[in-house]
């Protein structure tokens, strides 16, 4: 799965001038306590393995193994975005739904609802508070940067070797990630969980900026309705169509 979490805030931040209507800075949230990750749900024995993987060609092996496993996944999601120069740290919390090959629906609950939809083709992005709506395509964030075509979706978490030169440890469940392309400016991090090895946290380093997000409460193939992953703008919405996405790496 080419991890797609710290693009959960960068398509949201990357829309952000698209609004006509500026919108107040609100304080940021409390930062939810750390607390000790939430077991798998639904059918995770079958995700499980008994030994950890224990170098990085077995990890890249595991990794294709839950790619054919995985059809759907959902959970919760803890996002925290740290600017170095300015000590400024934003929280987004909300919940993430998968359904493959590369639909996707995630709902930001904090600091401000909106909602993210992808159908494989195009992305919505609607502002709940201003009932605002911004419409791309999918090939349009995937041509704007190399770095968001290989975070944007689940579904391929194999192919990260032909990618990244992959450092791994069997001890900390910590991989890191450096990817191969000449002038990438950035560096991934996934800590696994404990028997599933499913990467649930990220961290992705990229210039002065640091993107952290942690999956919880994660269920495994659970049934997702169809209708979720499609989108149709509300009445009354100001819509955004053809939003081309600015390239995001250095």
């Not at 170098?55 to 959902?74: G, M, Q």
């Not at 961290?203 to 900026?209: G, I, S």
């Amino acid at each position: 799965m080419k991890t797609l979490f710290p693009a959960l805030f960068l398509i949201a931040s990357a829309c952000g001038p698209a609004w006509s209507k500026p919108k107040k800075a609100e304080p940021a949230p409390t930062p939810s306590p750390e607390a000790p990750a939430a077991p798998t749900r639904g059918p995770a024995a079958s995700f499980e393995r008994a030994t950890p993987p224990s170098t990085p060609e077995e990890l890249i092996a595991h990794f294709e193994v839950l790619d054919r496993k995985l059809s759907s996944l959902k959970g919760r999601y803890v996002q925290t975005v740290t600017m170095d120069e300015t000590g400024t740290v934003q929280t987004i919390e909300g919940k993430i739904a998968y359904l493959k090959p590369d639909r996707l629906r995630i709902e930001h609950v904090r600091p401000e609802r909106q909602l993210v939809v992808s159908d494989g083709k195009a992305i919505w992005v609607h502002r709940l508070s201003s009932n605002q709506v911004i419409h791309s395509e999918l090939a349009d964030w995937r041509k704007a940067d190399p770095m968001i075509n290989s975070l944007l979706d689940f579904g391929g978490y194999a192919a990260l070797g032909k990618r990244y030169d992959v450092a791994y440890s069997s001890a900390t469940r910590l991989a890191t990630l450096t990817p191969k392309e000449k002038g990438a400016d950035y560096t991934l991090r996934l800590t696994l969980a404990d028997k599933t090895y499913f990467p649930v946290e990220t961290e992705l380093r990229l210039a002065q900026m640091s993107v952290r997000t942690k999956l919880e409460g994660l269920e495994f193939n659970p049934k997702l309705p169809e209708e979720d992953f499609s989108f149709t703008p509300p009445a009354g919405a100001d819509v955004f169509r053809n939003f081309k996405p600015p390239r995001l790496s250095p």
